[in-house]
T-cell receptor, first 115, second 110 residues
Framework: GAGVSQSPRYKVAKRGQDVALRCDPI?????LFWYQQALGQGPEFLTY????????KSGLPSDRFFAERPEGSVSTLKIQRTQQEDSAVYLC?????????????FGDGTRLSIL | EDQVTQSPEALRLQEGESSSLNCSYT??????LFWYRQDPGKGPEFLFT???AGEEKEKERLKATLTKKESFLHITAPKPEDSATYLC???????????FGRGTSLIVHP
């Protein structure tokens, strides 16, 4: 499809395990964002990439969270030594290079549950 | 600090009963105000972008308007399929990270 694709859709992990979440943005989109969304809340910013460069990671909750986009396309959000408070929906969004005020297009997210 | 507040948190309407959702924002030099629709288990779906006060955009039963302090999403004669959470987000000058509100959960009863 032509939209943003995220995998897996659901992930259950035991506390302390590492997880990796994948995002395939819309082809040609320069900007890529990761968000965390708790139930009943709006998306909370985690990190932003422009091509392969991570320009802002100020929203990452701790050093257990790491994101990369090595070739400027697919991105991976990794969470090490997961904790229960990491349980949330992780959303990825991409936008075109037509200006920073372009709308973001979201994937359907990965629902992460930490037991 | 940029802030976006949406009201009401939840809204129940009868089919055909028109209403408006509010998005109040406090940002430095608004560069864009975005409206999204989010269905359960899905990511936000882009609806509109508004750039300057006085601007209006329409799509089917939805119309978004913008003033210097707030935006409204007007829903005319809603149908049950309009039931969803509606999110707004504001982008300030010099930033590339929009600030999202918590959303309004809309339920339209047949």
């Amino acid at each position: 499809g032509a939209g943003v694709s995220q995998s897996p859709r659901y992930k259950v992990a035991k506390r302390g395990q590492d997880v990796a979440l994948r995002c395939d943005p819309i082809s040609g989109h320069v900007s890529l964002f990761w968000y965390q969304q708790a139930l009943g809340q709006g998306p909370e910013f985690l990190t932003y990439f422009q091509n392969e460069a991570q320009l802002d990671k100020s929203g990452l909750p701790s050093d257990r969270f790491f994101a990369e986009r090595p070739e400027g396309s697919v991105s991976t959000l990794k969470i090490q030594r997961t904790q229960q408070e990491d349980s949330a929906v992780y959303l990825c969004a991409s936008s075109s290079a037509g200006g920073l005020n372009q709308p973001q297009h979201f994937g359907d997210g990965t629902r992460l549950s930490i037991l | 600090e940029d802030q976006v507040t949406q009201s009401p948190e939840a809204l129940r309407l009868q089919e055909g009963e028109s209403s408006s959702l509010n998005c109040s924002y406090t940002v430095s030099g608004l560069r864009g105000l975005f409206w999204y629709r989010q269905d359960p288990g899905k990511g936000p779906e882009f609806l509109f972008t508004l750039y300057s006060a006085g601007e209006e955009k329409e799509k089917e039963r939805l119309k978004a308007t913008l003033t210097k302090k707030e935006s409204f999403l007007h829903i005319t004669a809603p149908k049950p399929e309009d039931s969803a959470t509606y999110l707004c987000a504001a982008l300030s000058g010099g930033s590339y990270i929009p600030t999202f509100g918590r959303g309004t959960s809309l339920i339209v009863h047949p």
